[in-house]
């Protein structure tokens, strides 16, 4: 009798574990003897999810080819787990990234625009991936920036729209708390949260989430109220490190607004903002820590350098060719206001 399926063994050694995805997932760096390759594997529980489920995450991953999609190898099974097995990228991911130092402005405007590049693929497909956040930007040998992680995406139907009960609370949209159908506009607003932590850093978004959490419990109607009222997060201009230009503020309030239709309405649009965002701001590299505020840049041999302490006093140094700083004198000693430092970091 002809069979259309065949079954065959299949082995891979699961290594170190290098990240968790709630209670029932982890991932693990794993070895592929019969491709002699180092994987990524993500070991997901059967007991109280549907593993149809998620091999159904490794078909859209599959059929949604594209050089900003982390693509999939193979998924299988056995009687307690479902495992998907992908490439391993050893950069690690944006918010890796982002747990190490700031990002600059042309890094994040560059990583955007890769991520964004796929998400506008996976829209196409009609798919809505609602899970946007740096943990699913993954960053390739290359330097370059692919959207990951598809176990939440949903399929739009004939109404355009996709079910979706099972949402981060720390990046849901407005509309999360009134409806469980989304359109792509759920993405792009997630897109805003991961374009504000890039600009913010994470300890930021932390502590503004953290101050709706009491015993250890959120505060679920203080958060709804600051999430529908544009409180969470904080987008006030001046609340933006002085090196993030207003264009890209400007982009990211826009893909946080409250109202699905006074959002971007496609990632492309995004990136076309993105785009034209030029000029000195591009290259610093800021610090902030309990020493105060820092910003660094090189270029072609002079290292320029501007420090506030927590008292707000500052210095300015230009150092040229590895030789001795020099202070820039009307930048040192003063009580710098945020146009004085913005005006420092566009002149030099």
């Not at 949903?154 to 355009?160: A, I």
């Not at 958060?223 to 503020?249: C, D, Y």
Request: net charge neutral; aromatic share 10%.
């Amino acid at each position: 009798m002809f069979r259309p399926y065949s079954r065959a063994d299949l082995h891979f050694e699961l290594r170190a574990e290098i990240g968790a995805e709630g209670r029932n997932s982890q991932v693990y760096e794993a070895h592929d003897p019969q491709l002699d390759a180092l994987l990524v594997i993500k070991k997901v529980s059967k007991a109280s999810l549907d593993a149809d489920g998620y091999f159904r995450e490794s078909s859209l991953l599959y059929g949604s080819a594209h050089s900003n999609v982390v693509p999939i190898h193979y998924a299988c099974q056995d009687d307690g787990h479902v495992y998907l097995a992908m490439p391993m990228y050893a950069a690690g991911s944006l918010k890796s990234l982002m747990g190490r130092r700031f990002l600059t402005v042309r890094e994040t405007v560059v990583f955007a625009t890769q991520f964004l590049s796929g998400l506008h693929h996976i829209h196409s497909k009609r798919l809505v991936h609602f899970d946007i956040k740096p943990d699913n930007v993954l960053i390739s040998e290359r330097g370059e920036a692919l959207l990951s992680d598809f176990g939440l995406a949903k399929p739009r139907g004939n109404g355009g729209v996709a079910g979706q009960d099972r949402l981060y609370s720390k990046m849901v949209p407005p509309e999360a708390f009134q409806t469980d159908h989304f359109d792509h506009r759920f993405d792009i607003y997630q897109t805003g949260l991961t374009l504000y932590r890039m600009c913010m850093g994470d300890v930021e978004f932390y502590s503004q989430f953290d101050s709706y959490v009491v015993n250890d419990q959120l505060d679920r109607i203080a958060f709804r109220h600051a999430v529908t009222n544009s409180q969470f997060p904080n987008t006030t201009t001046g609340k933006f490190p002085e090196h993030i230009p207003e264009r890209l503020i400007t982009v990211i309030k826009k893909c946080l607004q409250t109202n699905p239709a006074d959002r971007y309405s496609s990632a492309i649009e995004i990136v076309n903002d993105l785009a034209p965002i030029e000029g000195e701001l591009l290259d610093w590299q800021y610090q902030m820590g309990p020493d105060g505020r820092s910003w660094t840049k090189t270029h072609e041999g002079t290292e320029i350098a501007l420090t506030l302490s927590p008292e707000g006093r500052s210095e300015a140094t230009k150092r040229v060719n590895g030789g001795a700083p020099r202070r820039i004198a009307t930048y040192c000693g003063n009580q710098l206001n945020r146009q004085q430092i913005k005006q420092f970091l566009r002149e030099n």
